[in-house]
């Protein structure tokens, strides 16, 4: 997938742009992206970064890096990707503006986008003004229920069997693996501590079962209350594997919660809880 942070940087073709932020890119995105992909056109994504709504003043935790949402729309089928950078000069562009410099810019001449959609200055535009100036367009009906913010919703509830239906994949956490404190190891359970990017959405504390790295995982997420911690950390354990993955990218799907994290009686108590967590591992079901 060719990815462009403004319009020149795309060669000229006829294209069908979906249009959106695509957190997460979940089910309700994929809808979008294929009614897209059935113009005939050259399918491609019109998205942004930072978040708008963090640029306006609007905290949000991210389903996924800028990174993996691109990596998720390749493997959605998406040819193009314009990578907006969302600033307070975009945000002042009006919606016939953005529309011209923007879609009209690349050769877009399908916009796909979800029925709600609005963009330009005070979100004044829609799909009905995208329709007067000549645009073919496919509204997309919402999927009901399914939204990033949802999404996000079930997450933080550590419902993560429901969020993994929505996005149609389990949830995700990533990171580049660092230095930790080597407990792990000896205890016999090395681990890939994750140094997770600022606004990264993580899931509540605890201890999941997961897949990392093409294997399955044991994740710890929390404090490490056994030890007194107070920095909250994402750790991986990933099975039957020996090797070194310092300053790797290492993405984390979680999929099912194994148990609270706690402080034990004993260290013997702590490593017979992580080995049953491991076994729990084994067995895990992948959601979505």
């Known amino acids: ?14 294209r069908a742009a979906a249009v959106g932020t695509f957190d997460g890119v979940h089910r309700g995105h994929l809808r979008v992206i294929d009614a897209a992909r059935r ?71 399908t916009i796909a ?11 004044e535009g829609d799909l009905d003004l995208l329709d007067r100036l000549g645009f073919d367009v496919r509204r997309v009906p ?26 149609g994949r389990p949830p995700e956490v990533e990171g580049i693996v660092v230095r ?27 201890v999941y079962a997961g897949w990392a790295n093409d294997r399955r995982a044991a994740i710890s997420i929390g404090t490490n209350p056994h030890f007194d911690g107070v920095e909250r950390r994402v750790e991986a354990y990933l099975l039957d594997f020996d090797g070194d993955l310092y300053g790797d990218r290492l993405v984390v799907e979680i999929w ?19 080995g049953d967590d491991v076994e729990r591992t084994r067995s895990a079901a992948r959601p979505g």
Do not use: K, W, Y
């Open 142 to 167: 919402l999927v009901e229920h399914i939204s990033s913010s949802r999404v996000r919703e079930l997450v933080h509830a550590g419902e993560i069997e429901a969020a993994a239906t929505l996005l």
């Open 180 to 206: 930790g404190d080597g407990r792990g190891r000896e205890l016999g359970f090395p681990t890939a501590n994750l140094d997770v990017p600022a606004g990264l959405l993580v899931p509540p504390d605890g």
């Open 256 to 274: 099912a919660s194994v148990r609270e994290q706690r402080r034990f009686e004993s260290l013997d108590e702590l490593v017979a809880a992580i």
């Open 1 to 14: 997938m060719n990815v462009a942070r403004d319009p020149a940087g795309l060669a000229a073709a006829r």
């Open 113 to 123: 986008a979800g029925e709600t959609f609005r963009f330009g200055r005070g979100r």
């Open 39 to 109: 113009a005939g056109l050259r399918t491609s994504v019109v998205t942004f970064d930072p978040h708008p709504r963090a640029v306006l003043g609007t905290r949000v935790e991210l389903l996924a890096t800028l990174e993996r949402r691109l990596e998720l729309l390749s493997a959605a089928g998406v040819e193009d990707a314009l990578v907006l950078p969302f600033d307070e000069a975009l945000a002042a562009l009006s919606a016939e503006e953005f529309a011209e410099q923007m879609l009209r810019a690349i050769g877009a001449e």
